[in-house]
């Protein structure tokens, strides 16, 4: 039976029971628009931990000012039936007053690997993302929570934050779920029409060229961003925001593909944009 909690003291109370009986708690957070990516890290939090909270909350303060906050997908009843076929415990689904009250004002900040990356292009939104993890953290207090690699900066500066703040949780990256032909799985594809879902197929496809090149020995790192780059731009509805590689996970600059790096690439189709990403592992000699 899956519960749904509104409130914070509520959600409090559910898991100082589920601990008091010795039980694990994993944590899913998300904002709704559940997709079969979030599903799959619901079952993978299902098989490790005794007790499975998903959070379903569209957070404001990881928007910036014209983005698609008003626009993003609340589609509660579908997102609700989607928890309990996985048969989650509970769904943390709060108001957003509840997260920010009346005067609240305090942010969290993740240095060093927030400027670059996604985190150019959207600079207050990693401080968004931060400060509500950090929220929900202190909240459901989880064992583990579970995030996508397609949000492979997400993860790296979730697992800083934890790591620099001392937190008790532990951070789990679960691979990128992807539709048959390719394309990652993501509540923004409902945005695009058939003809720019169709181009986004260049996305997942340069990738696999890049660690083509990287299986069969290529290691120098302008060398495979310019043939991903090019590839992307053969396709004439895709405007690249940015194409990048950096060490992986420590996001440190690299001429060289000598250790893993993480190839992450960001596109608009019209007004979408649209994220991917390889863990790219150099050939051994
Ligand atoms: O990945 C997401 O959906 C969000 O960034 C998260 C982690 C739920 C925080 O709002």
Same mark, same amino acid.
């Given at each position: 039976?899956?519960?749904? +909690?509104?409130? +914070?003291?509520?959600?409090?109370?559910?898991?100082?029971?589920?601990?008091?009986?010795?039980?694990?708690?994993?944590?899913?957070?998300?904002?709704?628009?559940?997709?079969?990516?979030?599903?799959?890290?619901?079952?993978?939090?299902?098989?490790?931990?005794?007790?499975?909270?998903?959070?379903?909350?569209?957070?404001?303060?990881?928007?910036?000012?014209?983005?698609?906050?008003?626009?993003?997908?609340?589609?509660?009843?579908?997102?609700?039936? #989607?928890?309990?076929?996985?048969? +989650?415990?509970?769904?943390?689904?709060?108001?957003?007053?509840?997260?920010?009250?009346?005067?609240?004002? !305090?942010?969290?900040?993740?240095?060093?690997?927030?400027?670059?990356?996604?985190?150019?292009?959207?600079?207050?939104?990693?401080?968004?993302?931060? !400060?509500?993890? !950090?929220?929900?953290?202190?909240?459901?207090?989880?064992?583990?929570?579970?995030?996508?690699?397609?949000?492979?900066?997400?993860?790296?500066?979730?697992?800083?934050? +934890?790591?620099?703040?001392?937190?008790?949780?532990?951070?789990?990256?679960?691979?990128?779920?992807?539709?048959?032909?390719?394309?990652?799985?993501?509540?923004?594809?409902?945005?695009?029409?058939?003809?720019?879902?169709?181009?986004?197929?260049?996305?997942?496809?340069?990738?696999?060229?890049?660690?083509?090149?990287?299986?069969? $020995?290529?290691?120098?790192?302008?060398?495979?961003?310019?043939?991903?780059?090019?590839?992307?731009?053969?396709?004439?509805?895709?405007?690249?925001?940015?194409?990048?590689?950096?060490?992986?996970?420590?996001? #440190?600059?690299?001429?060289?593909?000598?250790?893993?790096?993480?190839?992450?690439? #960001?596109?608009?189709? $019209?007004?979408?944009?649209?994220?991917?990403?390889?863990?790219? !592992?150099?050939?051994?000699?």
């Amino acid at each position: 039976m899956t519960k749904v +909690v509104e409130s +914070v003291a509520e959600m409090r109370a559910l898991v100082t029971d589920a601990r008091k009986t010795g039980k694990s708690i994993g944590f899913v957070p998300t904002m709704g628009a559940l997709h079969e990516g979030h599903l799959v890290l619901m079952r993978e939090a299902k098989k490790i931990c005794d007790v499975v909270v998903v959070s379903i909350f569209v957070n404001p303060t990881q928007f910036g000012p014209n983005e698609d906050f008003d626009a993003y997908p609340r589609t509660w009843t579908e997102d609700l039936a #989607a928890c309990r076929s996985v048969g +989650v415990d509970a769904v943390f689904h709060p108001l957003a007053r509840e997260l920010y009250p009346e005067g609240w004002g !305090t942010w969290v900040e993740v240095a060093g690997v927030t400027d670059k990356l996604c985190g150019k292009s959207r600079p207050t939104h990693f401080r968004g993302v931060a !400060t509500v993890v !950090t929220k929900l953290f202190n909240i459901v207090q989880p064992d583990k929570a579970f995030f996508g690699q397609k949000d492979a900066q997400q993860v790296i500066v979730l697992k800083k934050m +934890v790591r620099d703040l001392n937190m008790f949780s532990e951070i789990v990256m679960v691979p990128i779920v992807r539709d048959a032909d390719g394309l990652a799985k993501s509540s923004r594809n409902a945005y695009l029409s058939q003809e720019q879902r169709q181009a986004a197929l260049v996305l997942s496809q340069s990738l696999c060229k890049a660690r083509e090149m990287a299986n069969s $020995g290529e290691r120098d790192i302008k060398a495979i961003k310019a043939a991903v780059m090019n590839h992307i731009q053969s396709v004439s509805l895709a405007n690249v925001d940015y194409v990048e590689i950096y060490s992986f996970p420590g996001l #440190a600059e690299m001429d060289i593909l000598d250790q893993d790096a993480l190839l992450a690439i #960001a596109v608009r189709f $019209g007004s979408t944009r649209l994220i991917d990403n390889v863990i790219l !592992t150099p050939k051994s000699t």
